[in-house]
């Protein structure tokens, strides 16, 4: 089955810096990856996706990079607030369900 | 619209008993999916469903139940609760199996 990946477990940035999250999946028939944002206590909510015909999706301060080749996503997060600060998960797509990566905790230090 | 609605939001069980936890969605859903949450594992699926009178195991199902008799709900059943099953529970629904919508969780402890 899917396996997902998720580097680094920790992140810890100053405000104002970029942070980058990575993931690598398994399976070449996965077509659809997802990001989701938790803060502390609170539900995962989507915060940007990308399908497998797209390499690239920006929406304001946050951007998704796919390379399909090399099996692996990235999550870009530029001009880094102290908000920012969350657990993020990548997740991949397989046959109706989606398998989600262990999770970053992203903290912004002001 | 309430979206995804999680019942109890906590709950505290001694081992043995059961119990089960609901999940409704008022966005006319067909997919559903049950999580649980332990720190350091991220979301782990245990059971999902494609559409009302559908279930299929995820990657951790093990002591767990599930039933989808009305497409707005989805059951997560414990027959006999164990100290292992305390987690954090996650449902979710989505429309086309793709984006995901989560409910506030229910915080389920055994002792």
């Known amino acids: 089955g899917e396996n997902v990946e998720q580097h680094p477990s920790t992140l810890s940035v100053q405000e104002g810096d970029s942070a980058v999250i990575k993931c690598t999946y398994s399976?070449?028939?996965?077509?659809?990856f997802p990001w989701y944002k938790q803060e502390l206590g609170k539900r995962p909510q989507l915060i940007i996706d990308?399908?497998?015909?797209?390499g690239e999706k920006k929406d304001q301060r946050i951007a998704v990079t796919l390379n399909k080749t090399a099996k692996h996503f990235s999550l870009h997060i530029t001009e880094t607030q102290p908000e920012d600060s969350a657990v993020y998960f990548c997740?991949?797509?397989?046959?109706?369900?989606?398998?989600f990566g262990q999770g970053t905790e992203l903290s912004v230090k002001p | 619209n309430a979206g995804v609605t999680q019942t109890p939001k906590f709950r505290v069980l001694k081992t043995g008993q059961s119990m089960t936890l609901l999940c409704a969605q008022d966005?006319?859903?067909?997919?559903m999916y049950w999580y649980r949450q332990d720190p350091g594992m991220g979301l782990r699926l245990i059971h999902y469903?494609?559409?009302?009178?559908?279930?299929a195991k995820g990657e951790v199902p093990d002591g767990y139940n599930v039933s989808r008799l009305k497409k707005q709900n989805f059951l997560l059943g414990l027959e006999s609760a164990a100290p292992s099953q305390t987690s954090v529970y996650f449902c979710?629904?989505?429309?086309?199996?793709?984006?995901?919508?989560f409910g506030d969780g229910t915080r389920l402890s055994i002792l």
């Open positions: 399976d070449s028939a996965s077509n659809y």
């Open positions: 990308i399908r497998s015909n797209v």
């Open positions: 966005m006319n859903h067909e997919y």
């Open positions: 469903s494609v559409g009302e009178g559908t279930t």
């Open positions: 979710a629904s989505s429309r086309t199996a793709a984006a995901q919508h």
């Open positions: 997740a991949s797509h397989q046959g109706g369900k989606l398998i």
